[in-house]
């Protein structure tokens, strides 16, 4: 059983229902994904780099208030750091991959044989040009899904991520209480 598991199980029934305050800051936390994209989308990423840092402006402004409010805060700022870092490294990626194909396929035409690599060069373009395209989507509904949840009062764990982030909140809180 994970840390975090056992962790949310000792505080079981014992966590009190959350209030209006705290459904909204961790909506605004998983809202500010929105904004991030609507944002980075046109301007390449650029005008997004210091939005990112506002579920972490929550984070900080909460994590001694309010459980609930920290770690979807701090949910919100590892997806859109892991995001950012992840479309950057996949953008690199998919430039290396496309131009090292068309090269290899432009070198090949010439004695004729790259001819039959053409229209493999330009679906593996279209597939990395629709990759970049959807995975703002992936994450705005990834962050859609947590402010529905949060703004009910549900705790969210995004897939993979989550388990992690409250993981780790869990040994940062158990490592800095002092001992007696």
């Known amino acids: 059983m994970r840390m975090s598991e056992m962790k949310r199980q000792e505080l079981g029934a014992a966590r009190p229902e959350t209030t209006s305050e705290e459904r909204t800051w ?3 936390a998983h809202i500010s994904t929105i904004v991030t994209l609507l944002v980075a989308v046109p301007t390449g990423g650029l005008g997004g780099l210091l939005l990112v840092f506002i579920p972490f402006g929550i984070y900080l402004a909460y994590k001694d208030k309010s459980r609930y409010v920290a770690e979807q805060a701090a949910q919100a700022f590892a997806l859109q750091i892991v995001a950012t870092v992840g479309f950057l490294v996949a953008i690199l990626i998919g430039v290396i991959v496309m131009t090292l194909a068309w090269v290899i396929t432009v070198l090949l035409c010439l004695v004729i044989i790259g001819v039959i690599l053409i229209p ?7 597939l990395i040009i629709l990759i970049w395209l959807a995975l703002p989507f992936v994450i705005g509904a990834f962050s859609v899904v947590a402010a529905i949840e949060t703004g009910n009062g549900r705790s969210y764990c995004y897939p993979y991520l989550g388990e992690r982030v409250l993981d780790w909140l869990v040994q940062h809180e158990t490592n800095t209480t002092p001992t007696v």
């Not at 493999?120 to 279209?126: A, C, I, Q, V």
Request: charged content about 0%; cysteine-free; overall charge neutral.
């Open 26 to 28: 961790a909506t605004i």
């Open 120 to 126: 493999f060069s330009l679906l593996l373009t279209l």
